[in-house]
């Protein structure tokens, strides 16, 4: 008998073996002849019809009552769920947020007498023409 581990055979196991016991050759002849008698093909043919017949009859009754296309759109479900879970998805960067507000670097302030201009500092442009004063206090 043949362990898990790597033992190599006991005399016991070797004895054993050496003495088992084989049938006699008339006995071998004989059932030979038995198998080649009755003939396993004719019952192969059998099984091999009768097989036949109940996928034919369970074919028709799903194609009468819609099956195929039931299964069909199962397996089109499946197929797509399987796709769906599978799919490698890239990172979505949100270019806009109040979070990238908050937390980027902070912008350097201008000079004074200019501002920011599509994200550089230009120089304000002064208006041209009388100079206005302020109201005068009335209060």
Same mark, same amino acid.
């Given at each position: 008998?043949? !362990? ?6 006991? !005399?016991? &196991? +070797? &004895? ?5 016991? &084989?049938? !006699? ?6 059932? &030979? @002849? ?7 093909? @004719? ?5 091999? +019809? ?13 194609? !009468? ?9 199962? @397996? %089109?479900? +499946?197929?797509? /769920? ?7 998805? %890239? ?8 979070? *990238? ?5 902070? *912008?350097?302030? #201008? ?7 599509? %994200? /550089? #500092?230009?120089?304000?442009?002064? +208006? ?12």
């Amino acid at each position: 008998m043949r !362990s898990w581990r790597r033992n190599r055979e006991t !005399s016991l &196991e +070797a &004895e054993l073996r050496a003495s088992r016991p &084989e049938p !006699s050759s008339e006995l071998v002849h004989r059932l &030979e @002849a038995r198998v080649h008698q009755d003939g396993r093909r @004719a019952r192969g043919g059998v099984r091999v +019809a009768f097989v036949s017949a109940i996928a034919v009859a369970m074919l028709t009754a799903l194609g !009468s009552t819609g099956g195929f296309s039931y299964a069909a759109t199962g @397996a %089109g479900q +499946a197929v797509a /769920k399987a796709r769906r879970i599978v799919h490698v998805h %890239g990172v979505t960067q949100v270019h806009k947020s109040a979070a *990238r507000d908050q937390y980027s670097k902070p *912008r350097k302030k #201008c000079r004074k007498g200019t501002r920011r201009v599509h %994200g /550089k #500092c230009t120089k304000i442009k002064k +208006a041209k023409g009388a100079r206005f004063r302020k109201p005068p206090f009335t209060g």
